[in-house]
């Protein structure tokens, strides 16, 4: 066998995983994009691929008046914000810290990042839930806000990597100009970081838009729902997969629309940390 008998057999085998891929991505989003403009009528006649007709958007509208979809947006946004915000500056300072300075029991600190890294989640729940009590913040925003934020150690030596790659030799020249460690730290290291922010909000936001598990938890009131967590109260009342299709097409949305607007930047975000100049 020749190689370019062996080269067709391998892009043969190569499109074809890739293709079969693809349609195991897509065909379940597709399913659910059709069914949510379709009838209970239409559902029940099978053929969940084909297109609607009529085309109804019944679904959505029903959706949006018995779903509390515009409650759970807003408390899914306002848990972005606020954890996006706090987990950058607080990652970003740790992660100088660690790259810049030298102090005794460093490590130590290094190794208790790790292990908490390797530590599985559901270990800490009770600890977390009766501490989450103790202080009051049950069923309030900040309970899995301040989960999402101390549970993030990956983003720690995300920075890091970044920072290292920062020749020292600028923070030099600007101790001798008279500037803060601050200073150096939020006008010449962060804006130089910003690849490393944008790709680590981007995946953090859509980390938190689709977790259940958390909110659902920590938030069980209606008044406190975020999108997920509406959808998973709307599957128990709702008795048609077109009204439920509808409902996971609008959790969805936002995520897929965050990831067409800034898949660039996830992707340069990622290879910038992994070369090192």
Known sequence: MNSRVKKLIFDIFNHGVFVIATLIVILPLLLVLLSSFKTPGQIALGNHLSFPSPFTLENYKEVFEKGNVLVGAKNSFLLVIGTVVVNVILSSMV??????????????YFLFFSLAML????????????????????????APMIIYISTDILQIYVYKQFIDQIPYSLD??????????????????FPL??????????????DILNDMYTPYLYMPSAENVTLTTMLMNYVGRSGSWAKLSAAIV???LPTIVMYLIFKKKILSGIVAGAVKE
């Open 193 to 206: 970081i910003l690849p490393a922010t944008a790709t680590l909000i981007i995946l953090k936001s859509v």
């Open 172 to 189: 030099e020249s600007a101790r001798m100009d008279g500037c803060s460690y601050f200073t150096i730290y939020w006008k010449i290291i």
């Open 119 to 142: 530590v599985p989640g559901f270990i800490a729940e009770i600890t977390r839930f009766g501490i989450i009590g103790k202080l009051g913040l049950y069923d309030t925003l900040f």
């Open 95 to 108: 992660a100088y810290s660690l790259s810049r300075f030298e102090f005794k029991l460093k490590k130590v």
């Open 250 to 252: 609008l959790v969805m």
